[in-house]
């Protein structure tokens, strides 16, 4: 069992940045592919970015060049920096853990706020 729990999320301007962060506890976090997915309102929940094990990346197009997702192993964390926000980018960010070996272990967090207007 893995729990995750995101913060970092709030209110911004648009052009402003954001650092989400997901903090990981209940097993070895290095087994797992790390996701940010986000629900905008009224629509379905989306990916957002993915980092593997061994940290190759993965991007929505609609992030790419503004968002950048990283891994602390150490910190049992996982980062999305948010730059250049648009208010399209508004939604609820969830973090996603996916065991490498067995895709059946997948959990999520509970989700945070983020919401781009001026």
Not at 9 to 24: D, F, K, M
Not at 57 to 75: E, L, M, Q, W
């Amino acid at each position: 069992q893995v729990q995750l729990v995101e913060s970092g999320g709030g209110s911004v301007q648009p052009g402003g940045s954001l650092r989400l962060s997901c903090a990981a506890s209940g097993s070895t976090f290095s087994w797992y592919v790390m996701g940010w997915y986000r629900q905008p309102p009224g629509k379905e929940r989306e990916l957002v970015a993915s980092i593997t094990t061994g940290g190759s990346t993965n991007y929505a197009d609609s992030v790419k060049g503004r968002f950048t997702i990283s891994r602390d192993n150490a910190k049992n964390t996982v980062y999305l920096q948010m730059n250049s926000l648009k208010p399209e980018d508004t939604a609820v960010y969830y973090c996603n853990a996916v065991h490498q070996r067995a895709t059946f272990l997948n959990y999520w967090g509970q989700g945070t706020q983020v919401t781009v207007s001026s």
